[in-house]
């Protein structure tokens, strides 16, 4: 019989997870570990997307009402009561019970557990919706710098609510850019929330993978990988769902999760009596940052 691999020989951010997963492929594990992402299609079934589109069509029809964004509602420009154009939901968990089942019940947990280990704790969530010809663009980042843990087991499984094409914006991931350097988002004094021009050139972007796939496609990526956005050339809108996750031995630096009262839940497992320190440092941001849209376009 096979010895348990030693802790000190699994990854700094898989550390504690089963070593038979649940749900994905040991492929799958090894090419997040790997790569600092990956793709699972078929996870999520059709009564899932059907019961998840109605929930967001509620909150479409709400904005129809919005003349400006407010803290819950990131609106476009151009966005009218007849053609609504909305960046992004802010907290749908919070906001709706089906995305909270969705999000603390569902595949996704099993999903979680099988990249990070069995005691989890959900951190936000949101839904952005990349509107047709000119949704726009999220420049090259990292997420881990808006929200800093005493650890990198952050990951953020993108839910395609829609079929999603080449021309529709689709996420682009760096591979192996979660293993490199933790890039500076500021400029200067300013919080940014993106690389700058002269990061982006060593980023290795060339390399970015942009997923494509049918409704119900799912994208996990963790924190630290470097990570943006082409707007939506389409006809058609892209509504991605986002849920991040930590192991429960991560813990906040920021006050960001205060903006969702469900923040900082374990929703699976055991809670942690110590925290885990990643030896590398993490870039602190602003304590309570506005939404990325907002950030990067310099919008006050």
Same mark, same amino acid.
């Given at each position: 019989m096979t010895s348990p691999t030693a802790p000190e020989e699994l990854s700094p951010i898989t550390l504690g997870r089963a070593q038979r997963p649940k749900v994905l492929s040991k492929s799958q594990v090894r090419a997040y570990e790997h790569d600092g992402f990956v793709v699972a299609e078929g996870l999520v079934d059709s009564s899932w997307l059907d019961r998840l589109r109605k929930a967001t069509d509620e909150f479409i029809e709400k904005s129809r009402t919005l003349t400006e964004s407010n803290p819950l509602f990131d609106l476009e420009q151009g966005h009218t009561s007849e053609t609504p154009r909305l960046r992004r939901l802010v907290s749908p968990a919070d906001l709706h019970p089906t995305f909270w089942e969705f999000i603390s019940e569902s595949v996704l947990v099993d999903v979680v557990e099988d990249l990070i280990g069995p005691d989890i704790k959900f951190h936000h969530s949101k839904l952005n919706f990349k509107a047709p010809h000119g949704g726009e663009?999220? %420049?090259?980042? !990292?997420?881990?710098?808006?929200?800093?843990? #005493?650890?990198?087991?952050?990951?953020?499984?993108?839910?395609?609510?829609?079929?999603?094409?080449?021309?529709?914006?689709?996420?682009g991931f760096v591979?192996?850019?979660?293993?490199?350097?933790?890039?500076?988002?500021?400029?200067?004094?300013?919080?940014?929330?993106?690389?700058?021009?002269?990061?982006?050139?060593?980023?290795?972007?060339?390399?970015?993978v942009f997923p494509t796939g049918s409704a119900g496609t799912l994208t996990i990526h963790n924190c630290r990988t470097v990570h943006g956005s082409?707007?939506?050339?389409?006809?058609?809108?892209?509504?991605?769902?986002?849920?991040t996750y930590a192991a429960a031995d991560a813990f906040t630096y920021t006050d960001l999760v205060a903006k969702s009262p469900r923040g900082d839940t374990l929703i699976r497992g055991?809670?942690?009596?110590?925290?885990?320190?990643?030896? %590398?440092?993490? !870039?602190?941001?602003?304590?309570?940052?506005? #939404?990325?849209?907002?950030?990067?376009?310099?919008?006050?």
């Open positions: 663009e999220v %420049r090259w980042h !990292q997420d881990i710098q808006f929200w800093p843990h #005493t650890n990198y087991s952050p990951l953020t499984i993108g839910v395609f609510l829609s079929d999603v094409s080449e021309d529709m914006g689709n996420v591979p192996g850019s979660h293993e490199r350097e933790l890039f500076d988002q500021y400029e200067g004094d300013d919080w940014v929330g993106c690389l700058s021009d002269a990061d982006v050139e060593r980023a290795k972007i060339e390399r970015a082409a707007p939506n050339h389409s006809n058609c809108e892209r509504p991605l769902l986002l849920q055991r809670a942690a009596r110590w925290a885990r320190h990643d030896p %590398r440092p993490c !870039q602190v941001g602003p304590s309570r940052v506005r #939404t990325i849209f907002e950030v990067q376009q310099r919008e006050t």
